[in-house]
């Protein structure tokens, strides 16, 4: 049911799919860049709901109490408690060891603000979960959305890092003046 919604939803909003079997892992932490719109969740998830992927991610728990919180975590979502201060670095890691399949979407901008440069979290989750970083992107330019391939960690954080900003520099976001191409 999922995918055909996904399908309608793309049919209806003329977006198409870049994904050409390029996610082929069972655990990945998925980046979601360029991140300056709620609406970036919706062609994410419907992305996902077409290629069987069944991503999660973290947001506040607020979204996840009461009547909305189901729908919400039926998307995904896992409630956090921002007020508290969590190391949801280590809380990710300890997801990925006790799951089979587990793919975490981060926006790794953190926000949709404009900011300086990316929060880190994404990379010492995928380091300490020893699990790849997958390209996930939105091209509202183009009215793209896929996944743009795996990236495997080296011990070079700048090397890796530049990768992952050679990839994303072409991709248009929704408001492209809260974007900064430039990610550390």
Known sequence: MKKQIAILAFYITGWKWDYDNKF???KSVMLAAPHTSNWDLFYAMATYWRFGVDAKFFIKDVYTKGLHGYFFKKLGA???NRKKNNNLVDY???????KEK???LVPAEGTRKKVDKWKKGFYHIAK???VPVALGFLDYKNKISGVGGLIHLTENFETDMQKIEDFY???EAKYPEKYNKKIF
């Open 92 to 98: 990710a890691i300890e997801l990925f060891k006790q």
């Open 169 to 171: 520099k072409n991709i």
């Open 102 to 104: 587990f793919v975490l």
């Open 128 to 130: 300490g979960a020893k």
């Open 24 to 26: 082929t892992c069972d």
């Open 78 to 80: 896992i409630g956090v």
